[in-house]
């Protein structure tokens, strides 16, 4: 599943353009990104409320086993790491 602060609307067109086949949820208020710690602020400025880009691997009971916050917005996280920290949860 994929967390942002776009509109649903927005999602949904970028999500055909990808070919995402998972859900993407929209963040609007950002209070979910605020909870995570994944939110970008400026107290000079109230206005300044970004998402930064990050993976977060929540198990069955709901206990985030993993998660990776990263500095730039275009950096990624390699499917290798995602998939040894899956395996770890069987």
């Not at 994929?2 to 070919?19: L, V, Y």
């Not at 000079?44 to 977060?56: C, G, I, M, Q």
């Not at 198990?59 to 500095?71: A, C, E, F, Q, S």
Request: aromatic share 10%.
């Amino acid at each position: 599943m994929g967390i942002s602060t776009d509109f649903s609307p927005a999602q949904q067109a970028f999500a055909e353009k990808m070919g995402l086949t998972f859900p993407l949820l929209s963040d609007v208020s950002r209070q979910t990104l605020e909870a995570y710690g994944f939110l970008e602020t400026d107290p000079r400025n109230r206005l300044y409320r970004y998402s930064k880009r990050a993976y977060v691997i929540i198990d069955k009971g709901g206990i985030v086993r993993y998660k990776k916050v990263l500095d730039k917005p275009g950096d990624l996280v390699s499917d290798d790491e995602l998939l040894a920290e899956l395996d770890k949860l069987k």
